[in-house]
């Protein structure tokens, strides 16, 4: 069945025959049905209730295994490890893509080189590979030493008490991670109208002020989305440091899925979970920090999720108020 929308002329104001009331039927515009969205809407929520239904009722899962390893201590020491492994490499990441970023936007070819071939070589080398690597560092260089290259050493470290497996995890990651983060961050400051630079340049302004209050203010609304799918990736990515001898949130559940093989599937879960807030926290940090820097940009900030509720209550008041009223 279809409607179309039924549209009438306007009623002369001066003709004597048009009544002062409440328009009539012929008079007023019926809105036009969309049958097609409405049996859309039908079937997305019958195939989301049959997939929710075989989540819940299907003893596979075994969801009061779950309940129990959920908050256990050993669970939650693997997700401390997790949180820190995440949040060292996160900053030390950004840091050295910031960093990496001015070299390949410098000016001096030495640095732009490097920069450019430090991003090529660590974007292209999986991250496992660079975690093994550094993990088995100590068999190539038991002794690291700073000094003249060719010359004398002014200090000497032993690899094997630095290397800790938690800094092996967290160089490794900031590694990999500053690659990307480079990228991020080069395109930001790329992404800011060259009008923009021109017009920091024309008042005389130094270039170290013209970045940290010209250029990165505006760049930083194209790198906070990007960085931050960026760092949900780099949460989820934790997950190879089991690999190097650390039992972070997956190296726990998998360590118990060895002990206990019955509580596999309930285990995986509760990793799953986990990882689903993680990265849940961060998607809600980054709807506010995207926010703060939309000002001077939006002329309408977009609403946070405790204003949208209580726009609709609103919403839903003035509509009961309607329908009492009738």
């Known amino acids: 069945m279809t409607e179309s929308l039924v549209l009438t002329a306007p009623a ?8 002062s009331g409440p328009p009539t039927a012929a008079e007023r515009v019926l809105p036009l049905r969309r049958p097609g969205r409405w049996i859309a809407a039908l079937v997305v929520l019958v195939l989301v209730s049959q997939a929710a239904h ?6 596979f899962y075994q969801w009061d295994r779950f309940a129990y390893w959920f908050a256990r201590p050993v669970v939650l020491d693997g997700l401390w490890i997790t949180l820190q492994v995440a949040a060292y490499s996160a900053v030390l990441g950004l840091a050295g893509g910031v960093l990496l970023a001015l070299g390949r936007l410098s000016a001096n070819p030495v640095l732009r080189s490097v920069s ?4 090529w070589l660590f974007r292209s080398v999986p991250l496992i590979v660079v975690l093994l690597f550094l993990y088995n560092l100590s068999a190539l260089y038991p002794t690291l ?14 690899e094997s008490r630095l290397a800790t497996d938690i800094v092996v995890a967290v ?15 080069r395109a930001g400051v790329l992404s800011v109208d060259q009008g923009q630079h021109e017009a920091a340049a024309a008042l005389g302004l130094p270039k170290r002020y013209q970045f940290a209050r010209i250029v990165l203010p505006q760049a930083l609304r194209s790198i906070v989305p990007a960085y931050v ?5 780099l949460v989820k990515a934790t997950s190879l440091v089991f690999y190097v001898s650390l039992l972070d949130l997956f190296g726990s559940v998998q360590s118990l899925g060895s002990t206990y093989p019955g509580d ?3 285990l995986l879960l509760v990793a799953t979970v986990w990882y689903v807030v993680l990265t849940s926290l961060v998607s809600v940090a980054q709807f506010y920090v995207e926010r703060y820097y939309a000002r001077g940009a939006l002329r309408t900030l977009p609403a946070t999720p405790a204003q949208r509720a209580r726009a609709g209550l609103r919403d839903l008041r003035a509509r009961l108020r309607k329908e009492t009223a009738r």
Do not use: C, H, K, M
């Not at 002369?12 to 009544?19: A, C, E, F, K, T």
């Not at 030493?145 to 032993?158: H, K, N």
């Open 145 to 158: 030493s700073l000094g003249i290259p060719f010359g004398p050493a002014f200090f000497t470290f032993d």
């Open 54 to 59: 075989g989540l819940f009722a299907n003893p």
């Open 229 to 233: 799918n960026q760092l949900i990736g």
């Open 116 to 119: 450019w071939g430090y991003i």
């Open 171 to 185: 160089v490794g990651l900031s590694l990999s991670e500053a690659a990307y983060a480079a990228e991020v961050v």
């Open 264 to 266: 596999v599937v309930p």
């Open 12 to 19: 002369d104001p001066s003709d004597p025959s048009r009544s």
